[in-house]
Nanobody, 121 residues
Framework: QVQLVESGGGLVQAGGSLRLPCAASGRIFSIKTMRWYRQAPGKQRELVASITDLGSTHYVDSVKGRFTISRDNAKNTVYLQMNSLKPEDTAVYYC???????????????WGQGTQVTVSS
């Protein structure tokens, strides 16, 4: 059994900051790309940021310069540092990772349960 657990969400004023950790646990052999998605009410889920196992990062244009994705491979954890938050960043944020389980030969696309981020104006 493998789990992804996000935390760190909450209510913050515009211009504020939040840091979202997502920890993977269970029978994990390795993790490739880790991603953060978000879904606002009435909108499709969108990819916010990704980071490969070698540390290459990608961001959606709307968060460039404000958000930073990082990972701690020893802890199987990915982080999303969000600065200069705007009301339009309000959404449920989901962690996603490509995980190879011990004893298996293919990677699985795993998701966390999501954490709510609300930015007030």
């Amino acid at each position: 059994q493998v789990q992804l657990v996000e935390s760190g969400g909450g209510l913050v004023q515009a211009g504020g900051s939040l840091r979202l950790p997502c920890a993977a646990s269970g029978r994990i052999f390795s993790i490739k790309t880790m991603r953060w998605y978000r879904q606002a009410p009435g909108k499709q889920r969108e990819l916010v940021a990704s980071i490969t196992d070698l540390g290459s990062t990608h961001y959606v244009d709307s968060v460039k310069g404000r958000f930073t994705i990082s990972r701690d491979n020893a802890k199987n954890t990915v982080y999303l540092q969000m600065n200069s938050l705007k009301p339009e960043d309000t959404a449920v944020y989901y962690c996603n990772a490509l995980i190879l389980r011990i004893g298996l030969s293919t990677f699985n696309n795993d998701w966390g349960q999501g954490t709510q981020v609300t930015v007030s104006s």
